[in-house]
Structures are given as C-alpha cells and as structure tokens.
C-alpha cells in the first residue's frame, strides 16, 4: 500500500515564525503536492513538485515555499507564518503525469497561528 | 475561481437512503471526474472515478452519472450506510502537466440511524 506521511497531526505556532512541514512518500512516485484545506472551500493546491528540485505553483503560493531534495521528501515552507494560515495542511503523492494517475494522501497537518 | 461546483455543502440522509451529490463544470477539456472521500482525521482518499466516454460508472453501492451535454457529474450512494459519513469531494485534471486537479469545494454527508 501506498503511504503518505506528515511530520506532525497537530502543530502551534506563533505570527512571524518560519514553519516546516515535511510529507514523506514510500512508492517512489514522481509528482508531489501540497494543498490546504478549508472548510467551504475545498482543497486548494499551493505547490506542486514533478521532480526532485522542480516546483510548480498552484491556486494560492503566497507565503509558501516548498523544497524537494529528495524523491521522496516534499516539505513546505510558511517563511513568516500569519494567522490567515490556520489550516489544515494536505500532502499527496501520484506515480507519473497522467490525469488518471490517483493521489494518494497523507492524515494532514492540522496548524495554528496565534 | 472555483472550476469544479459542486453542491449540496451538506447533506443528511437516513440509513438506507440515497444520497446525491451533484458537480458542474466548464472546461470541456477534461478528461477525467474522480471523487474522493474523506473521514475525520484522515486525508482524501479516491472512490470511484469515470471518463466522459461512458454515462455511468457503478462500484458495489457507489455510481457516477455523467451528463456529458449538461456538464454535469454525480454521485450516488445507494443504500446509504452511517459507515458512508464522511467529506465527498469531486475533482476534474487540470492537465498543463503533471496530474493536478482541482477539487470541488466538498460534501460533508451524515447519514442518520
């Protein structure tokens, strides 16, 4: 089975920090993707990854970076967190570019800005 | 802009009932309409899926209609079970590379004893 994991389920922090999030992938798949989570608005897509040290931006990129080093490893980046992302935080995973092709979801990452 | 609507934003169903939940969109370009579903505490998971050259797809309780003229997909869950409470999602590809989608804005779906 496919497994998608996130460094953290829950996590606090303060305005102005610099935040991780780290998503780690086990089948080798070559695409990567962060989106947030809100209620009434579905999931948004902030960066996408289709090899390692390739980024594409999503919907909403503001105030995120993301970094891929390794295959496997995709984290993303809040550079000065802001209360307005409190979020929840998805990572997927997909084998190749085929629209076909499923994602494959990590539990998330539930964050707070205070 | 959302590219995928989709609606109710909340249903509830009693047990052994049918619950609908409807998605619209523009682009004819897409391809491919897979739904996922998600429980509390957990990530999206992908249901069932359809491509626009067949009308309807059926996995076990679970199907998709596709109006192809109308632009329109939905799904049914026959015989709705309490088992069956969670976020439904439908999604189309994005295509431009790689296999994004975008996602509709989500069903949360409770199907009362």
């Known amino acids: 089975d496919v497994k998608v994991t996130q460094s953290s389920r829950y996590l606090v922090k303060r305005t102005g920090e610099k935040v991780f999030l780290e998503c780690v992938q086990d089948?080798?798949?070559?695409?990567m993707f962060w989106y947030r989570q809100d209620p009434g608005l579905g999931l948004r897509l902030i960066y996408f990854s289709y090899d390692v040290k390739m980024k594409e931006k999503g919907d909403i990129p503001e105030g995120y970076s993301v970094s891929r080093e390794k295959k496997e490893r995709f984290s993303l980046i809040l550079e000065s967190a802001s209360t307005n992302q409190t979020s929840m935080y998805l990572c997927?995973?997909?084998?190749?570019?085929?629209?076909?092709?499923?994602?494959?979801f990590g539990p998330g990452t539930r964050l707070t800005v205070l | 802009q959302q590219q995928v609507k989709q609606s109710p934003q909340s249903l509830i169903v009693q047990k052994g009932g049918i619950s609908i939940i409807n998605c619209a969109y523009e682009?004819?370009?897409?391809?491919?309409f897979p739904w996922y579903q998600q429980f509390p505490g957990k990530g999206p998971a992908l249901l069932i899926a359809?491509?626009?050259?067949?009308s309807e797809k059926k996995e076990g309780r679970f199907t998709i209609s596709f109006n192809k003229s109308a632009k329109q997909f939905s799904l049914h869950i026959m015989d709705s079970q309490p088992g069956d409470s969670a976020t439904y999602f439908c999604a189309a590809p994005l295509g431009g590379g790689g296999n994004k989608l975008t996602f509709g804005t989500g069903t949360q779906l409770k199907v009362e004893l």
């Open positions: 089948m080798d798949h070559e695409n």
């Open positions: 997927a995973s997909a084998q190749g570019e085929m629209s076909t092709d499923t994602q494959y």
């Open positions: 682009n004819t370009a897409f391809d491919y």
């Open positions: 359809i491509r626009p050259d067949v």
